[in-house]
C-alpha cells in the first residue's frame, strides 16, 4: 500500500496533509524516515511511525455504542453533542459514521464505523435487517395493535409501514412492548403507536440483525465489535 494512503487511512489526514508530513521527515518505516508519497509498504510487516509514535494501521474500525438520550445520531452538530464526540480522538481520526440514527431522546443500541459498503447492506430495505426496541407506552397496547403492525399501518404521511412483529411483556394503562421493524423510517416506531392512538413514552433499541446491545454497557459507553459480532453481521 501506498504510504500516503496508509497514513491517510488512519487518520492523519488528507493526501495533502500527508505530504506535508512526509516533507517534514515525520515519517519513518523500520526506523528509517521516508519522504516519498508514492513509497510502497506493507503494513502487517513494517514498522510506520509519525514522529516516533507507531501507527496503528487498520482500514476499518466498528463500534457498538449504548447510546445516551441526549446526543443526537450524527457525525458533527453546532448545537448538540453527537455520538462521534463521545469517541477517544483515537477512534474519531478514522472518520465514523452511525449506522443509522436513532431520535435524540432514544437510548440503545448504535453502531459506529467508516465502513461505508456495510454500513448499507444493514440499511437496505432489501435486506430485511430486524431491529427490535423496548418500549414504554402510554395506553393500553392489545393483540389488535400487534395484529394491525403484521400488516403493516398507515402514518401520519400516509407511508403505509413494512410488517412489524409485536411482543406485548405488559398491557395495561401503560404496557411494555418489545418491536422488530425492518426499517427506520422517520420516528417510525413512536409514529406507529400514534396510528393506533398510543403514545411512546420511553424507547430504547435492543438490537440490530444478529448483534445486541451488550447489557454491560452504560449509557455512553462503547466497545470495539468482537470478531465474532463482526462476523455474524457480515455474514447474516
Known sequence: MRIDKLLSNSGFGSRKDVKALLKQGAVSV?????????????????????????????????????????????????????????????????????????????EGLLLLTNDGKLSHELLSPKKHV??????????????????????GVELDDGYVTKPAELSILRSGPESEIELTITEGKYHQVKRMFES???????????????????????????????????TALKNR
Open 30 to 106: 523500520d526506523g528509517v524516515p521516508v519522504k516519498d508519497p508514492a513509497l510502497h509498504v506493507d503494513p502487517d510487516s513494517g514498522e510506520v511511525t509519525v514522529y516516533g509514535d507507531p501507527v496503528d494501521y487498520r482500514e476499518f474500525i466498528y463500534v457498538m455504542m449504548h447510546k445516551p438520550p441526549g446526543v443526537i445520531s450524527a457525525t458533527e452538530d453546532t448545537r448538540d453533542r453527537t455520538v462521534v464526540d463521545l469517541l477517544p480522538y483515537e477512534y474519531r481520526r478514522f472518520k465514523p459514521f452511525p449506522v443509522g440514527r436513532l431520535d435524540k431522546d432514544t
Open 130 to 151: 430486524g431491529k427490535t426496541y423496548y418500549a414504554v407506552i402510554e395506553g393500553e397496547v392489545t393483540e389488535a395493535d400487534g395484529a394491525a403492525f403484521r400488516q
Open 196 to 230: 393506533r392512538g398510543k403514545q411512546v413514552t420511553y424507547l430504547k433499541r435492543l438490537t440490530m440483525g444478529p448483534l445486541e446491545l451488550d447489557p454491560a454497557l452504560g449509557k455512553g459507553e462503547w466497545r470495539e465489535l468482537s470478531e465474532d459480532e463482526l
